[in-house]
């Protein structure tokens, strides 16, 4: 099958480890190394983003390197993604961070399950979407908060936000990060601040942060 999805894996010098173990599954990626170019999350997520629009697919999926994918996930999601319209979509992700309730779901009958929002370990974005909104906000420096926001802005130019459900990823979280808790505590200070500006303090009731 000829993918029509570029794979463009988000890599560290602290999990390189684990870009290797995800490369050797993969037949065709490219590599952003955020550790050779000093970007803080936000800034490497959309030059990776851009990276991958360069190839001229439709799809671009930026995935963290701490995951377990496949070509044959990648052709299934190509193969599902072939008949949906432009959107931001996702595989379904376990971990154990991954208990919000918006990534519920239900394995029923459903291809795809529309949902207000998904995480970001894997996005898969649609370039229509990428040419309407661009990249993430990156006034969220570290992550915490840009699928949200980026999910709720594609939505309000009715664009889909879904699961696929028939693939399943493991994240294994945290691995380009020293001491997570730190990150953890800074980022969600600087997801509150910025959100909080952006839309208010209710933001969670307009993004629907939890449906």
Known sequence: MNTNIQCVILSHDLSQKFTDDLTKNLNDYVIYDSSFYGTPF??????????????????????NNDITLTQTDLDTLSEILSQCPAGVYSPRVIGAGHGHKHMEWNLGSDVVRKTSWLEFVCPIIHRQVASNIGG????????????????YRARQLNFNVGIIQPVQIQHFEHKSQGVHLEYRKKAEREMAIEITKKYGSDWRKLLDFYP
């Open 136 to 151: 993430v906000d990156e006034n969220f420096t570290m992550g915490y908060g840009v699928d949200c926001d980026y999910c």
């Open 42 to 63: 936000a800034i490497s997520f959309n030059l990776a983003l851009s990276l991958g629009l360069d190839y001229g697919h439709d799809w671009v999926m930026v995935c």
